[in-house]
């Protein structure tokens, strides 16, 4: 791996872990979600640096060029991150749903009530 591509991606590594930090700092991104933005950067960044544990990987794999394996392996852990945010997406839809229901019920008994003479 030559050596300007391991400045590059250490450099994009160490920009992804900036940015997760500042948006944590910021209060725009909780922390129980930021945990695989961080294990992906640190992971990218210590391959990127230790460039005989990379060669090492993408021959246990079967990748000739070093720099193609941390690049498969970065867009691995992003896909991980867009699954678990599917997830969570998910999840929060189904409980909209739910709670958009709960108000519909108590709407209609607020009015009812107001309906009724006493």
């Known amino acids: 791996m030559t050596f300007r591509v391991t400045i590059a991606a250490a450099l994009a590594a160490l920009i992804l872990l900036a940015v997760v930090f500042e948006l944590i700092r910021s209060r725009r991104l909780q922390e129980r979600y930021a945990l695989l933005w961080l294990l992906t950067g640190i992971v990218i960044f210590v391959l ?12 246990l794999v079967g990748i ?32 909209n749903t739910a709670l958009a229901q709960r108000l519909a019920i108590l ?3 607020l009015r009812e009530a107001e309906d009724r003479p006493d």
Do not use: C, K, M, N
């Not at 230790?50 to 990987?57: I, P, V």
């Not at 060029?65 to 941390?70: H, K, Q, R, V």
């Not at 970065?74 to 839809?93: G, M």
């Open 64 to 95: 000739a060029y070093p720099p193609s394996a941390l690049f498969i392996l970065a867009a691995f852990f992003i896909l991980l991150v867009l699954l678990h945010y599917s997830t969570v997406i998910s999840r929060l839809s189904e409980q």
């Open 48 to 59: 990127a640096v230790w460039r005989s544990l990379l060669g090492r990987a993408s021959d």
């Open 107 to 109: 709407e209609s008994r």
